[in-house]
């Protein structure tokens, strides 16, 4: 059952639920309860509606429906069509490194700490149902050959935060942050210059790796945390290269990014962290605020 907890924290009011396998929080400089209650339903709302409609784990929405079309093409609508156009972006800024249909790979890596690297069978065997560039696309059809997948979740998380930014920023003028699991993002700046002190967190795990102070904008953190395979004492990275199906190498624990949008963070943090071992200097040239662990 999806419920939502609203209560008092210092010197504003906090809201929580989980969505997208995260803990979200809603942070508001409100007092009246009643109107941030209606914040944090409205917010919560959102979050799950864009999960219900983009989760590959869900069975009855349009990402099922692709993935399960069998080579046949299927329509569909606007939304949908404009996160792949994003998706289409990403893949296309980082030269095939980010692609939402490698998410197939997970039927051969398992990252549960053991030391079960795939074979250069099983990656040869799967690696051929990747590949962004074979999904075709017009106007509000897609088709998708069989045995391809797509797989949402590597923008669908930061797309939920900017729109219940949108949503929040409709209902007050006042400061609200929204925080999807360490991806977030706040309305307008909070009352006499101060901030939101909020825990940097990773995918997967529970505990702050730090403390941002965030006056304005968005962060987006990416990382492996618990999510990775030890063999020979070599530690593969959840990080995959759809190119050769294979980890990406010396990729950072983490990698947290500051811009105007949530979206606009995590595509940046995301594509620093497909560069393994020259994020930080490919963070350098981007002229954007990062963390790097």
């Not at 156009?85 to 030269?95: H, R, V, W, Y």
């Not at 799967?126 to 017009?138: A, L, Y």
């Amino acid at each position: 059952m999806r419920t939502t907890e609203l209560k008092k924290e210092n010197d504003f009011l906090k809201g929580t639920f989980m969505a997208m396998a995260s803990p979200c929080d809603v942070l508001m400089e409100i007092e009246n309860e009643s109107l941030a209650q209606d914040i944090l339903n409205a917010v919560a709302e959102e979050a799950w509606r864009i999960e219900d409609k983009f989760s590959r784990y869900k069975k009855d929405n349009i990402i099922f429906k692709i993935n399960h079309s069998h080579g046949k093409t299927v329509a569909i609508d606007e939304e949908t069509s404009r996160l792949f156009d994003f998706a289409n972006e990403l893949f296309e800024i980082s030269e095939g490194l980010f692609d939402v249909t490698s998410g197939v790979l997970r039927q051969i890596w398992k990252f549960d700490g053991s030391d079960n690297v795939p074979t250069k069978k099983q990656i040869k065997k799967i690696i051929k149902n990747i590949g962004w560039q074979k999904v075709n696309r017009e106007n509000c059809d897609v088709t998708l050959l069989k045995d391809m997948e797509i797989d949402l979740g590597g923008i669908g998380k930061e797309y939920a935060v900017d729109r219940c930014v949108q949503i929040a920023r409709k209902k007050t003028k006042n400061s609200v942050l929204v925080n999807f699991g360490g991806d977030l993002a706040m309305t307008t700046a909070r009352k006499n210059n101060a901030f939101w002190s909020v825990g940097r967190l990773v995918t997967g795990s529970d505990e702050a790796c730090g403390l941002f102070q965030l006056y304005r904008g968005a962060i987006a953190t990416s990382g492996d945390a618990n999510r990775y395979l030890i063999k020979k004492g070599v530690r593969y990275s959840h990080i995959l290269n759809p190119k050769t199906g294979r980890s990406i190498i010396d990729a950072p624990h983490t990698i947290s990014v500051a811009a105007p949008t949530c979206v606009e963070a995590g595509m940046m943090s995301t594509l620093a962290m497909l560069q393994g071992g020259q994020a930080e200097e490919f963070l350098k040239l981007q002229d954007v605020d990062y963390w790097v662990d």
